[in-house]
């Protein structure tokens, strides 16, 4: 079956731009998080959602940064006023249930911010 | 709070030779310990998880992990390994006190060479 997929695979935009970035999970999984990882380090944890509702966002590094999940399906990550500092891959991945599942990667949103 | 550590950034092996990743973490309740490796312009993907139960873990590939809770650590390792297993190795952890907030560690190399 499909996995996860994200759009778009990349990402540029000027310094102050507003952006979105797309997660389509897999089909049934209840559980998403949105992750950064920037180059050299580990996937930075932002956001979980089980089902609609953010379970978890912690991670968020500050009000700029927003993600929807209305539907308990795809789900949308939202910057606003870009910072180079914001530059980065930016991953989703999806479980299923709510036990501590093994979580499934999409490819990721290359994000350059000039 | 959370962490993972992963001491090495980078470990060489020759295929066939045994090999071992290492993993630490710092947890105040129970672990969850989770391995994921991510090969070039692909997602991470799942190799094994221990929530509970024996401490040795099989997954994916021919790879383990030995779950030590008095040294607490969960280093990945395999028999014999592969040219094909080159890429990067990340651990990472949550608890059962903090739902479903995943920390990774800053991954390790791994290059096997033939």
């Known amino acids: 079956g499909a996995g996860v997929s994200q759009t778009p695979s990349n990402k540029v935009t000027e310094k102050g731009k507003y952006v979105e970035l797309r997660c389509d999970p897999i089909?049934?999984?209840?559980?998403l998080y949105w992750y950064r990882q920037s180059l050299g380090q580990g996937p930075e944890f932002l956001i979980y959602?089980?089902?609609?509702?953010?379970?978890?966002d912690s991670g968020l590094p500050n009000d700029r940064f927003f993600a929807v999940r209305p539907e308990g399906s795809v789900s949308t990550l939202k910057i606003q006023r870009t910072e180079r500092g914001d530059s980065a891959v930016y991953l989703c991945?999806?479980?299923?249930?709510?036990?501590?599942?093994?979580?499934?990667f999409g490819p990721g949103t290359r994000l350059t911010v000039l | 709070a959370q962490s993972v550590a992963q001491p090495e950034d980078q470990v060489n092996v020759a295929e066939g030779n045994p090999l071992t990743v290492k993993c630490t973490y710092s947890?105040?309740?129970?672990?969850?310990l989770f391995w994921y490796v991510q090969y070039p312009n692909r997602g991470l993907q799942f190799l094994l998880k221990?929530?509970?139960?024996?401490?040795l873990v099989k997954g994916s590939y021919g790879f383990e992990a030995e779950f030590n809770k008095s040294q607490t650590s969960f280093h990945l390792k395999k028999p014999s390994a592969l040219v094909s297993d080159s890429a990067l190795y990340f651990c990472?952890?949550?608890?059962?006190?903090?739902?479903?907030?995943?920390?990774f560690g800053p991954g390790t190399r791994l290059s096997v060479l033939p």
């Open positions: 991945a999806s479980s299923q249930g709510q036990g501590v599942n093994e979580q499934f």
């Open positions: 089909s049934g999984h209840t559980a």
């Open positions: 959602f089980q089902g609609t509702g953010a379970a978890d």
């Open positions: 947890v105040s309740g129970n672990p969850y």
């Open positions: 221990y929530i509970t139960g024996d401490n």
């Open positions: 990472a952890v949550s608890h059962d006190n903090y739902g479903q907030n995943f920390v």
